[in-house]
């Protein structure tokens, strides 16, 4: 068992109350049912159990490493007898983000989203996890450009010693199952010429360059490419580290003071623009959205997640601030402007990311219509 603090953050949507929109009580008692059975048991040492949008989150910190089997079993067996709770109920998409059958060995590659991070504790140890609903891995890029970047975000980056050398950006290409490693500022005009795809390329990890410090990690999960055709957006979520020569709390989240675009909302095929909210207005309706983000923000202290004196984790919800309004109203505001364009482009996304949804069906009995020019 490693000596080291391993934070995994694990989702699915495993189905939603009156269509894709929420995740009602019965499942996430299930994993809070699962997480304290293992918190007991010494599988695991704190956890936390959420939800953005429809989709079953769970928080888990513990000693045993990333990609730790019975950590992911674990994870896989909530999932499991979640679908069939939603199954019983006949809850919406049930199941859905279990594209396998057969646990073996690591959940990844399964279905489900997966963010991990090993880390050596600090004195102190800040962590923002992200979890967002009705979007893909890429939604990711802009922001974590911008924190560990962009010096007109975070600060640091300029007056902070200790982050002057700047940070690594681990690229992964989903399509061919690749990634490089980038350094900032050396070449940050080549790092946005990748991840400024962001369908294709994903941050997927980010290191402190001066010591490999490990600072962020995000699912790459493209539930498309796994199952060959359109079964529900990916849904990722992420983890930052912040403070103490990296970026501070605040230089984390404001990216997130104002909306952006990014792929996915109704049935996968839309461009939205993402709404960080507190975890009461996780849900997505509005044309199954807009996009939303939710933040938790903790401590990490002795293996755990800091708990009150009643043993409870102390967690912060951190969008649940009037900071965000402004965000909140752009993106109201951007989503009534991309539905007056109906199913036309760039309210609608790109032919090619559309392959992966149900329009080829569509228009596959035209096909023999079609004439020479």
């Known amino acids: 068992m490693s000596k080291k603090t391993t934070i995994s953050v ?53 000693t045993r490493g ?5 950590v992911h079993k674990l994870a896989w067996d909530i999932f499991q007898e979640a679908a069939k709770k939603a199954k019983d109920l006949k809850l919406y998409g049930a199941g859905q983000d279990i594209l396998k059958t057969a646990f073996s060995g690591n959940i990844r590659g399964m279905g489900p989203g997966v963010a991990e991070m090993e880390i050596e504790e600090r004195g102190s140890d800040p962590i923002v996890v992200f979890a967002a609903d009705k979007t893909e891995p890429g939604a990711f890029n802009y922001p974590m450009f911008r924190i560990f970047a962009d010096p007109t975000s975070t600060a640091g980056l300029v007056i902070d010693a200790n982050m002057i050398g700047g940070f690594k950006f681990e690229v992964f290409d989903t399509v061919e199952n690749k990634k490089v490693v980038l350094k900032c500022p050396d070449e940050m005009y080549e790092l946005i010429a990748l991840i400024g795809t962001p ?56 990216p997130f003071m104002h909306s952006y675009f990014v792929e996915g909302w109704m049935r996968g095929s839309h461009w939205g623009p993402l709404m960080p909210v ?4 996780s849900k997505c309706t509005a044309f ?7 933040a938790l923000g903790f401590q990490v202290a002795h293996g ?5 004196d009643d043993g409870a984790p102390m967690i912060s919800d951190l969008f649940d601030d009037p900071a965000f309004d402004l965000a909140r109203r752009e993106a109201v ?14 309210a609608r996304l790109s032919a090619e990311v559309m392959e992966y949804t149900t329009l080829p069906k569509v228009l596959e009995k035209l096909k023999a219509r079609f004439k020479p020019a």
Request: charged share 25%.
């Open 10 to 62: 694990i989702k699915c949507d495993v189905g939603s109350l009156a269509g894709h929109h929420t995740v009602p009580k019965p499942l996430l008692d299930i994993g809070e049912k699962y997480l304290k059975k293992a918190q007991e048991s010494k599988l695991i040492n704190s956890h936390y159990v959420f939800h953005a949008g429809d989709d079953l989150e769970l928080l888990m910190v513990h």
């Open 66 to 70: 990333e990609s730790n089997r019975d």
């Open 199 to 254: 369908g294709r390329n994903v941050v997927s990890r980010v290191w402190r360059a001066r010591d490999d410090l490990i600072c962020a990690a995000t699912s790459t999960t493209r539930l498309a490419l796994i199952a060959g055709k359109y079964v529900g957006k990916d849904d990722p979520v992420s983890i930052v580290r912040a403070q103490h020569g990296l970026p501070a709390l605040g230089e984390v989240l404001v």
């Open 278 to 281: 507190g975890l009461k207005n």
């Open 288 to 294: 199954d959205g807009p996009p939303r983000i939710v």
């Open 304 to 308: 755990k997640i800091a708990s009150d």
């Open 333 to 346: 505001e951007y989503a009534a402007a991309l539905r007056r364009m109906g199913e036309f482009e760039p």
